[in-house]
């Protein structure tokens, strides 16, 4: 089946520091990803929608500046989070949406756990 | 580590029938469940959620779903579906301290009128 490997799966860094997280989609091909952010007790919530090739879609409030997307190839995306704040801190997802001969449909990241400092 | 079964990959139902998707997990500590829906073409969505208490979580768009915890299960159930209930849904399971959100794989429901 569709397999999305994220790295790293926990990261600290400092204030003021920028992190970049990965999403590689490992045996299909993705050209869509999703980038989800969660607080605890809380849903998911959709932060962009990352497209190969093209510049992110991203949701209400989310900050296009703070949060840069990636997705230069048709296997890989990622998100930065740039001068990280302690606010920021989060577990943040993502997923790819399989498409091609074999349609695995959508399928997720194990997520990483940012803890700013 | 936690686990999550859905086994039903795709579940056809006709419209206004009773549908329930199953969700199995596994875990060696206390966990909260979640049911998520994606429409297609849209990200992910809570569609609703235990955390403690009632065993029995509804949600404002008529599905329900029952913590049993010693069937280690979290099944989604709607009485009467609607065409506008085509989707996929994600059973998901996290610890409490959060360190990571399982999904599962998730079910395709396909309402057919």
């Known amino acids: 089946g569709a397999v999305v490997s994220q790295h790293p799966s926990r990261v600290i860094c400092k204030s003021g520091t920028s992190v970049k997280i990965e999403c590689r989609s490992l045996d299909f091909q993705a050209t869509t990803m999703f980038w989800y952010r969660q607080f605890p007790k809380q849903s998911l919530m959709l932060m962009a929608t990352?497209?190969?090739?093209?510049?992110?879609?991203?949701e209400q409030g989310v900050e296009k500046d703070k949060f840069l997307i990636n997705h230069a190839s048709l296997t890989l995306s990622t998100l930065t989070v740039t001068s990280a704040h302690p606010e920021d801190s989060s577990f943040y997802i993502c997923?790819?949406?399989?498409?091609?001969?074999?349609?695995?449909?959508?399928?997720f990241g194990s997520g990483t756990r940012l803890t700013v400092v | 580590a936690q686990s999550v079964t859905q086994l039903d990959s795709q579940v056809p139902v006709f419209e206004e029938a009773p549908v329930e998707l199953r969700c199995n997990y596994s875990s060696s500590v206390s966990v909260y469940l979640f049911w998520y829906v994606q429409y297609p073409n849209q990200g992910l969505q809570l569609l609703l959620k235990y955390l403690s208490g009632s065993t029995l979580v509804e949600s404002i768009n008529g599905f329900e779903a029952e913590f049993n915890k010693s069937q280690t299960s979290f099944h989604l159930r709607k009485p009467s579906v609607h065409i506008s209930d085509t989707a996929e849904y994600f059973c998901a399971v996290s610890d409490h301290s959060y360190d990571k959100v399982i999904f599962g794989p998730g079910t395709s429901l396909s309402v057919i009128p």
């Open positions: 990352s497209n190969e090739g093209s510049k992110a879609t991203y």
């Open positions: 997923s790819a949406w399989a498409t091609g001969g074999l349609n695995y449909g959508y399928t």
